[in-house]
């Protein structure tokens, strides 16, 4: 059974342009929709000379323009939302936002990491697998 809805986890790596393309490939062959996605840290570190600098775009705007751009170069004739979410633990925002927007199918790159990297900083992808209430697609290198 083909998924109506996609969510394209991006965190604008190359690897996640690559999940991007196969999200592009299936979406046009069903007649998917697809949510571009990206979590957005909240805790972000504010540098001192930020006070007395005027305030440039936000965060949120400057990654509305990079999903835009990417739906733009991947996904044209699609039917695409972008959302920014803001969260310190993307994997759980991911599941939520899968769960309360009636998704059928989350994709997401893979970085590859392994042994004590992994261990120490875990795995986003590994955590969405295991945490979400739909099918997952994680594209590896």
């Not at 991007?20 to 000379?49: C, M, W």
């Not at 925002?93 to 998704?103: E, K, N």
Request: charged letters at 25%; aromatic letters at 4%.
């Amino acid at each position: 059974m083909a998924a109506k809805h996609i969510l394209a986890c991006i965190d604008f790596s190359e690897q996640s342009k690559v999940a991007l393309s196969e999200v592009g490939e299936y979406a046009r062959a069903n007649g998917s929709k697809v949510t571009l996605i990206h979590i957005a840290d909240p805790r972000s570190f504010i540098p001192p000379q930020a006070v007395l600098e005027p305030p440039a775009a936000t965060d949120r705007q400057s990654h509305e323009a990079a999903l835009a751009s990417l739906r733009d170069a991947h996904l044209g004739g699609i039917e695409v939302e972008l959302a920014v979410v803001e969260d310190h633990a993307p994997a759980r925002a991911i599941c939520d936002y899968a769960r309360d927007h009636g998704v059928d199918l989350i994709v997401l790159g893979s970085h590859g990491r392994g042994g004590m990297e992994r261990w120490l900083i875990g795995s986003v992808a590994e955590r969405v697998v295991r945490h979400a209430d739909v099918n997952v697609y994680v594209v590896r290198r």
